[in-house]
């Protein structure tokens, strides 16, 4: 069903004509309540978004979608993930957006959001200079510290945030508003069947027990530097990945299966469960240059992985995961080939919240 606030569905009637009952769970679905929305950004901290209130975010690419985090623990469900595509929608006009399940074999107790696109601006000529130059004065005020404080953490700190924003480059300005919401209970218009034959149960698909967020446990894991260092990450960026806490949250849909990992900066890989190569470029901040490609090489309810082959002369990595019995943590090895066909090794662990 599509929640309307209470306020759009007031009744109407007077003394002559009295107004007509209202039907059964009317209002109950008045009173439903609304799930809790956190917009999940590549550049900076997490953002609260509230209902029908306009939100404006930055695009750094013509092409690039919102995540949504949604907390339906008051409709019955879990959390669930909506992927704004906001660049395809006409300012002034309403969307439907999906909603993915991140709960494990649970369906999501939404179906779907109702976004509206109120304003879109493009930055003007000049403004794409302004986080440059604010960038390079952040990273020469960063290196002072650095070089006060030796390799405080504040320093590091300071230094990749600083690194990042001279990256960043907006191309677009988008302020949109998110209206209601569709729960999966919403009847399906269906063709008419014979009522002997009794109804036809819809398909659900059990979702794998990785899926999910996690966050790691440092306690019984072990550093990623060495790995970085091989693939040529610089040192602030390899000792500010090591001190910040990664979040990752796992998705799957009947044909692909989404990562989203959170650390310096969120990066999410969406990969074919067919084994179908992805294609994207290097990231920056290391000596490597042009385009990886990536796979799912295994896809089972307790275990997934990932196979990364980087340019020519550069190796490989293998990324596993196995669930734990208990399906409440996983231990996550990272497998770093070289050229020369020697590896590096770490294993991580990864609890869910």
Excluded at 20 to 37: H, I, S, T, V, Y
Excluded at 215 to 230: A, G, R, V
Excluded at 287 to 313: A, D, H, I, Y
Aim: proline content about 7%; aromatic content about 6%; some cysteine.
């Amino acid at each position: 069903m599509i929640y309307t606030p209470k306020s759009k569905r007031a009744r109407v009637g007077t003394e002559d004509e009295p107004m007509k009952d209202q039907r059964p769970g009317e209002e109950e679905q008045d009173q439903a309540p609304e799930p809790n929305l956190v917009l999940l950004r590549n550049d900076g901290p997490s953002q609260a978004v509230h209902w029908r209130q306009p939100t404006t975010v930055q695009l750094a690419t013509p092409s690039t979608c919102i995540l949504l985090l949604m907390d339906e623990s008051r409709l019955g469900g879990g959390q669930a993930l909506c992927r704004l595509a906001l660049h395809q929608c006409h300012v002034g006009t309403s969307a439907s957006f999906p909603a993915e399940s991140l709960g494990g074999s649970h369906e999501p107790a939404v179906k779907s959001l109702s976004v509206k696109v109120i304003g879109a601006d493009s930055l003007g000529k000049y403004a794409a200079f302004v986080p440059l130059i604010l960038g390079i004065i952040s990273v020469l005020s960063s290196m002072i510290w650095l070089w006060r404080l030796e390799t405080s953490g504040l320093a590091v700190a300071l230094l990749w945030h600083a690194w990042h924003w001279t990256q960043a480059t907006p191309v677009r300005q988008i302020t949109f508003m998110v209206e209601d919401l569709v729960k999966a209970d919403q009847p399906h218009s269906a063709p008419e069947q014979n009522e002997a034959e009794g109804p036809v149960p819809a398909p659900r698909e059990e979702q794998p027990n990785w899926c999910g967020t996690w966050t790691l446990d440092k306690s019984c894991s072990e550093k990623y530097e060495n790995i970085l260092k091989d693939m040529g990450v610089n040192y602030v960026i390899r000792k500010a990945a090591d001190a910040k806490t990664s979040v990752l949250v796992i998705s799957k849909s009947i044909s692909h299966v989404t990562f989203i990992v959170k650390n310096l900066v969120t990066v999410e890989d969406v990969l074919p469960v067919d084994g179908a190569w992805v294609r994207k470029p290097v990231p920056p901040a290391g000596r490597m240059k042009g385009e990886m490609r990536l796979r799912l090489s295994k896809c089972t309810q307790n275990e997934l992985e990932m196979v990364t082959e980087f340019p020519p002369g550069e190796g490989s990595l293998c990324d596993t995961l196995v669930v734990n019995n208990d399906r409440s943590s996983f231990s996550r090895r990272v497998v770093r080939t070289r050229s020369d066909g020697t590896e590096l090794e770490c294993t991580r662990v990864f609890r869910r919240t």
